[in-house]
C-alpha cells in the first residue's frame, strides 16, 4: 500500500463483515437519493479524476515497475502488463465514461407496471436498487471509476476487489472517487475497496449485507466463487463462440468477418474460438479463408473435412477443441451439413455466449436467430459486438452467461430490482372471497 | 403408484437425468411454437381434465384414504390432508385457471428495447423461454396443472416433482395432461413427473439440462435446495412480515387489516407475524386490537411496553419472537417510536418479502414505501395481497424472497429471459475503432 496519500481511504480493520456492514447502511440512504444529486455526484467525481491525473498516473508507475520486474521474470504476459498501465489519456477516457453514465437515464423509480386491482387499490412494479454489490477483478483499474459510477447511477452500495497488481492505482482512484462522494454529501460506505483474498473469502459468507456478486475474470474463478458464496453470483463463465458460415453466405463479408471475430482481440470471451462451415461452400469458401487466418497469425485446426480440402494440410482438430475457449490466436474449424447441424454443434458445445450466421438468406438467419439459445444470437456481424459500450448500455458491470436476471452485457439495469407497492384504503384480502372481485385493469 | 391408468405415463426408467435430457431437446422445439398453438394446447387441456374429472377424484380418493390414515395415526396436519383433497368442482377450477392461463398476453418475443448501433446493424433485446425449469413442491394437487401451464405458455419444458403424499393425484393430471400436449403435437418430454427423493438429489447436478430450479416448501427445505444445487434457484425462505400502525392511522382500518393479515389464512407466507404499533397511539389501539386478535383465537406476545398497557396481562415476547414465521395464530406486538424506528425493525428483522404501514399521512406513507427494502410495500392495504393471482399475474410458478430475476409472486415472466439478436449487413467491431461510430439510437 502506498502511504501518504490515503488520508481519506477507507480503513481496513474489520476486513469485509465491517465493510459490508457499512455498505448496507449506505445503500439504505442510497436507494432514496434523487436522480439529480446521484448525476451531480457522478459529474463531480470525473472533474475530480482529471484534477488529479497526475497522482493516478504516479500510483500507477508504481504498479507498473512492480509489474514489470514480473514480466520480465516470466510471472506476468505483456497483455496484462498492458492492460495494467494508466496513462493522462486513460484518466481522460475515464472521466468521459463516467460522465456518459450521468447522461444515461435513470434506472430507478422506473414503473414497469401499475395495475389497479379494484377501486382505491392500485400495485404499481417499480425499479429499484438491489442494495449492496460486490464485484472482483482483476489487472485493468479503469473498472474501479466505471463500475463505481454504475453503482452510483443505480442507488447501489459497491465493495471492489481488485487485482493486488493494481493495488496502488486503485487506492488512488478510490480516494479520489470517495473525496467527490463525500464532498456530494452521499453516506460514507457507498464505495469501499476491498484489500486483500481473506477479505473476498470473507465476503462470501456475507448473505446478509451483500446482494449480488460479480467475479470478472476466468471460468475456474468465476466457479470456484459460485461454488463457495452464499450470495448469488452472476458471471460469464467462458465465451465458446461460432461464427457458422452458412451455404448462402456472402463469402467475402464473411472473411471480413470472421477475421475480425477471432483476431480483434482473442483473450476477449466475444472473440470466436470455431468456425462452422457448410459443406455446400467448403471447398470454395475454406482453403482462401484459412490462408488469411495463418497470415494473421492464426493457428488453425480442423476437422477431418477440413483436412481434406485444405491443400497445404491442417492440425487435426479433437472433440477437446470443440469445448475449447482458447482464448488466443488458435481457431478450430468444422464443416457442417447445413443449419440444423451447425446449431447442433452449437448446443452441444457453445456456452450460450454470442453466436454468428453469415448468409444472405434471410429466412435461415432468423431461424438461427430464434431457435439457438445464446444470451447474443448475430446475422452478418462480428461477435465482437457483445458489449455493454458497443450495445449503448453506457458500460457494463460484467457479461453473464446465465439466463437469470441479467443475459449477456450487464449494464445498470442488472444491478436493479423491482418492488411491488400496493396502494389501498383500507381493503382485506377476505373482501375478495366473496364481497368484492378484482378488476386487475392495467392504468 | 396405481396401475391401469398409467398407459401414457413417462417412463420411470433413467431418472432424473434422462428427464431432464428429453426436457431440454423438448425445450429447444418449445421455444418456437406459436402462441396460437400454445393457447390451443391449454385449452384443450382444460377440455381434458374436466372430461377426466371422475378419473382424477378417484385417484384422489386413493390419496386421501391413504392421508386420512396418516391424520389419525398423527401423523398429518389437518390443513395439509385438506389442501390433498381435490374433488369435481376443484377440477373445474383447475381448468378454469389453465384457461385464464391461455388469455394472459404471450410472454414470448416481447421487444424489451430496439436501439440501431449503427445504419445497417440493429439491436433488438427480445424475451425468450428460460428452456428447463423444474419445480419441487408439496402436497397442493392443483400446483401440476397450474405450472404446467404456465410453464407451456412461456416455451419451457417442465420438470415436476410432487409429494408422495399426492402421488396417485399428480400421476393421474399428468397423464391427461400429457394426452392433451400429445394431441396437440407438442414435443414429447414437454411436461414430466419426476417420482422420488433419489430424482431430486440427482436433479440438482443437472446444470447442463435444467436452467431453473424452484423450490415450493419450508425455509429448510429451501435452504437445503439452494446449498445443494449447482442450477439457479428461486424459492421463498420465510415470509417475517409486518403490519406497522402509524400515529397517524385510521384505527377502524387498522383493527381490520391486522386481524385479515393474521387470520385469514396463517399458514400462508404473507401472513403477518410481527404488529408494530406507535407510541403515540398505543394505548388507545391496543387494549381493543389485542382483544380482538384473542377473540378469534390469536395467542398474543408483547415487548415490554405492550405488557405494561394490556390491563389483562399479555405473554412476553423474545428477542426469538422477532425473527420468527410462526405460521400458526401467534401475533407478537411491539410498540415502536416513529416511521423510523418501526423501518429500522423491519430491515432488522424482516424476511423481505411483504411489509404494510396504515396511516392517513400520505407522506408517511410514501417515505415507508420506497423506504423499506422488500418485495411487496404496502399502504392501508394487508399483507394478504401478496399473491399471483391477486396481483393480475393469472398465476404464480412460487413467490420469490430473493432481489434477482423475479422478486415476489412470480408467473410467468419469472419463466422468461431474453436474447440479443443483432442483425448486420458485415460489421466488423474493428470498423468502429475508427472508421466507423456508433449511433445508439433507441427505434
Redesign the interface.
Given at each position: 500500500m502506498s502511504a501518504g496519500s490515503n488520508k481519506t481511504r477507507v480503513p481496513e480493520t474489520g476486513g469485509a463483515a465491517e465493510a459490508a456492514k457499512r455498505a448496507r447502511a449506505a445503500s439504505?440512504k442510497l436507494?432514496?437519493i434523487s436522480e439529480q444529486q446521484r448525476n451531480a455526484t457522478l459529474l463531480l467525481a470525473a472533474e475530480r479524476l482529471e484534477e488529479n491525473e497526475g497522482q493516478i498516473v504516479a500510483a500507477n508507475a508504481e504498479d507498473v515497475r512492480a509489474a514489470e520486474a514480473l514480466a520480465r521474470a516470466g510471472k506476468m504476459s505483456q497483455a496484462m502488463l498492458a492492460r495494467l498501465r494508466v496513462t493522462e489519456k486513460s484518466v481522460a477516457g475515464m472521466a468521459e465514461k463516467v460522465r456518459s453514465v450521468a447522461r444515461l437515464p435513470d434506472p430507478l423509480g422506473r414503473k414497469l407496471s401499475v395495475?389497479e386491482?379494484d377501486a382505491g387499490?392500485v400495485?404499481t412494479k417499480e425499479t429499484?436498487p438491489?442494495?449492496v454489490v460486490a464485484v472482483v477483478f482483476e489487472s485493468r483499474p479503469d473498472v474501479v471509476p466505471q463500475v463505481a459510477s454504475l453503482a452510483l447511477k443505480s442507488g447501489n452500495a459497491i465493495l471492489l476487489k481488485g487485482g493486488s497488481e493494481a493495488a496502488h492505482t486503485n487506492e488512488s482512484l478510490m480516494t479520489i472517487w470517495n473525496s467527490a462522494l463525500q464532498e456530494s454529501g452521499m453516506p460514507s460506505g457507498a464505495a469501499q475497496l476491498l484489500h486483500s483474498r481473506a477479505d473476498v473469502m470473507e465476503l462470501l459468507q456475507l448473505e446478509r449485507d451483500v446482494?449480488?456478486l460479480i467475479p470478472r475474470g476466468g471460468k475456474e474463478f468465476v466457479e470456484s466463487i459460485s461454488r463457495q458464496s452464499r450470495i448469488?453470483v452472476?458471471g460469464h463463465g467462458e465465451g465458446i463462440c461460432h461464427v457458422y458460415v452458412h451455404a448462402a453466405a456472402?463469402l467475402q463479408?464473411a472473411e471480413?468477418?470472421v477475421?475480425?471475430?477471432k483476431t480483434?482481440?482473442p483473450a476477449a470471451c466475444n472473440a470466436a474460438e470455431t468456425l462452422l462451415v457448410d459443406a455446400a461452400i467448403a471447398s470454395q469458401f475454406l482453403p482462401r479463408m484459412i490462408e488469411q487466418l495463418r497470415a494473421a497469425g492464426v493457428e488453425v485446426r480442423g476437422c477431418e473435412r477440413t483436412g481434406a480440402i485444405v491443400p497445404s494440410g491442417i492440425d487435426a482438430a479433437s472433440e477437446r477443441d470443440w469445448a475449447t475457449e482458447y482464448g488466443e490466436m488458435i481457431l478450430s474449424v468444422k464443416i457442417v451439413d447445413g443449419l440444423d447441424d451447425a446449431i447442433a454443434h452449437i448446443?452441444q458445445y457453445g456456452s450460450n455466449h454470442t453466436e454468428a450466421i453469415l448468409t444472405e438468406d434471410s429466412a435461415a438467419?432468423e431461424r438461427f436467430?430464434?431457435?439457438v439459445?445464446?444470451?447474443?444470437?448475430?446475422?452478418?456481424?462480428?461477435t465482437?459486438?457483445?458489449d455493454g459500450y458497443?450495445?449503448?448500455l453506457g458500460a457494463e458491470v460484467g457479461i453473464s452467461n446465465?439466463?437469470?436476471?441479467a443475459?449477456?452485457p450487464m449494464g445498470m439495469d442488472g444491478l436493479t430490482?423491482?418492488?411491488?407497492?400496493?396502494?389501498?384504503?383500507?381493503?382485506?384480502?377476505?373482501d375478495?372471497k366473496s364481497a368484492k372481485k378484482?378488476t386487475?385493469r392495467p392504468l
Open positions: 439504505r436507494a432514496v395495475t386491482l387499490l400495485l429499484c438491489l442494495g446482494d449480488l448469488p452472476l456472402d463479408k471480413r468477418i477475421l475480425d471475430a480483434d482481440y448446443h438467419a436467430l430464434s431457435e439459445d445464446a444470451a447474443g444470437v448475430y446475422h452478418n456481424a462480428s465482437r459486438f457483445a458497443r450495445y449503448g446465465g439466463k437469470l436476471h443475459r449477456g430490482t423491482y418492488k411491488y407497492k400496493l396502494r389501498g384504503s383500507g381493503q382485506t384480502a377476505a375478495y378484482f386487475h
